[in-house]
């Protein structure tokens, strides 16, 4: 996932969406934590500004 901090309009909308603390708001800024378990394809989609993407191609397992 990835979150492009010069897109977003700080609309909270992702950290309302946010169920287990995976989203935060801190100091002006939003904050992801993917260890939690959300619902991050929905995350995602609920952005207005599509701040927030998906990784592309980061399904490469380095081992
Ligand atoms: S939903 Fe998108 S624009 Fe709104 S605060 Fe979250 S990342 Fe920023």
Known sequence: ????????????????????????????RIFFDETKPEDWENIISICPVAAIKKDAGASDKQS
Do not use: H, K, P, W
Not at 5 to 25: D, H, K, P, Q
């Open 1 to 28: 996932m990835t979150y492009d901090e010069n897109i977003c309009v700080r609309c909270l909308a992702c950290v309302s969406e946010s169920e287990f603390g995976g989203v935060t708001y801190q100091r002006g």
